[in-house]
């Protein structure tokens, strides 16, 4: 008889404790030959401890967001067979750093979890092609900024001296 290894998932808790409690038994329905393991910040180990179907807790040892510059050493050595990222809307808008951080550790698939449970594979071309429309969308957004703030650098202030002009209070 050939011995195959468990196998192992990996939670990196990005949404709140509230929605784990409903993605969770989704999840277990999902994957149901892994083992748990989970991944939060510091301040949340004593919350995670009430999950009885955690293989393992670990503690994310850097303070801040999840970022792809900051590597978690207790993360060294392993390879997860998935990783799932819960985010706490729909589409997973505003997760771009948890996304990222998630290619810092060794797996085969990537999952995000939404707030209503959808579990979507999220591949590492997706993850990348989200990043460069992030900053693709930074880049506009700065020239347009800097496009619209001569013309309303000078007519802002015109605009709003008519609204306050006591000769026009008689017209209304």
Not at 13 to 20: G, H, T, V
Not at 115 to 126: E, Q, W
Not at 146 to 170: E, F, H, N, V
């Amino acid at each position: 008889m050939e011995y195959q290894r468990p196998l192992n998932a990996l939670i990196i808790r990005s949404a709140s404790f509230q929605q784990l409690d409903q993605n969770l038994p989704e999840l277990l329905a999902a994957f149901p030959d892994h083992r748990f393991d989970m991944l939060t910040h510091e301040h949340g180990m004593k919350l995670a401890l009430k999950y009885q179907d955690l293989n393992r807790i670990i503690s994310y040892s850097h303070s801040g967001s999840f970022s792809i510059r900051r590597r978690e050493p207790g993360l060294r050595g392993i390879r997860y067979d998935v990783v799932i990222i819960p985010v706490a809307n729909l589409t997973g808008a505003g997760f771009l750093n948890v996304l990222f951080f998630s290619l810092t550790i060794k797996t085969n698939r990537r999952f995000l979890c939404n707030m209503v449970s959808d579990i979507k594979r999220v591949t590492v071309p997706a993850i990348l092609l989200k990043g460069l429309g992030s900053v693709i969308n930074k880049f506009v957004s700065g020239l347009l900024t800097l496009a619209t703030y001569p013309i309303l650098r000078l007519a802002l202030p015109r605009m709003l001296s008519r609204l306050d002009d006591p000769s026009r209070k008689g017209n209304s």
